[in-house]
């Protein structure tokens, strides 16, 4: 083939290709519709009106074709549009997550402050020796866990050496006593012979009338009496006794044992009363009366044990006037007369609960405690069920309950939601952390249980 005709035979196939790509472009971007056929004069159709024409070309829904997007109906677009139709309005209401409220109406409750502590006897004494010696008998009842009684003896020492001194005092209280006397004597008989001599005015000294004689006899008899005294009070220290109404903890000697002054000898518990220190907050004060009120009243206080299985009726004694070093609070004493006499004795070093009725406040806001959120809030739903929340001033709280201040100085738009709803504000009972203000709710109403 000639280079002629080559170039002939590249040309032919160009022209070609171009002609091919223009006719799949007009049948590409064509008006749809149906094709068109040649009318015969014998089975011609008499065409329907323009304006009909177009009537049904609106009338058909619109078919979309490849990349073209999709059209929404226009019943779709009126519920997306603000304002739509109150179909739409009804179809995002029950979009919207429930939630479960309770009304929360201001009515009188009396406070109840909750503490704990441990049991303690009033007195709590480790006996020790007041004397030195031999243990020669002890008591049956010096054993722990017995009970013993006030001036009961409880251990004997060997009072040999005691007794004699004693003995030895009592002497020299008598031995004092004569040497006072014949002083006595020879005052009288100094005086006599000043008087006969005939010399007037007072000697020139006061040993002429032994007058110094006298009152040193008169301070060895009282010395004498103090050392008998002294000696008497040694050998009663020989009989170790229980100075109250007692159980004995613990016991730390034995018979035959030697203890010295200062000894260890037992460890006892007081019986007749038990207290128990319960630290309150700053808060939980405020709830209760006066300190001159729950001192000088009788004032009640229930103990129960941590699992609830036996209670106790207290009252309390007095108010520490100082705050604890490591949790700068203050305690209250609870005593309870006769614990271990109680139907279910009440045993020291238990950790009791103690719960104290606190003045009555007039308006308080009743909540479940779950209500309060990880953030110390809570949540309510305002007349258009929408979400809002505050921050909660707690009284106490009792149980599964919370007791709170009602709202009083909210921002303008809460403080319209409150007043607005008729039974109470609509507190949202389990507030989850995504929560947001002003989102949309539907709220359910529930029951709250208990006082």
Known sequence: MTPRQKTFLVTLTACAAMVAAVLFLTNQFSPPGPPRQAATSADAVPQKPVDADKSAVRAQPKVARAGEPTLLADNEAQQRRPGGTQAGNAKRQSTAPEVGVIMASAQPHQASVTGYGEVQPLFNLSLTAQVSGQIQALSDNFLTGR?????????????????????????????????LEEERLQGDQAADEWRRSGLTGEPASALVLRAPQLAAATANLEQAQATLASARRDLQYTQITAPFDAVVVSRDIQPGSFVQTGSPIATLYSTHTAQVAVALSAQQWQSLPGVDTLADSPWTATLNDMQHSATWQGSIHRVEQTLASDTRQRSVIITLAQPLSQASPLYFGTYVEATIAGKTWPQVWRIPATAISQQQEVWYVKPDNTLAKFSPTVLFQRGDAAYIQPLENLSEGQSSAAHSAPTGLRIVARPLNNYLPNMRVTPVEESVNGN
Do not use: C, N, P, R
């Open 147 to 179: 009970f013993v009684q006030k001036g009961e003896v409880i251990a004997q020492l060997d009072d040999t050496d005691y007794v004699q001194a004693v003995a030895i005092a009592k002497a020299g209280v008598e031995e004092a006593i004569v040497a």
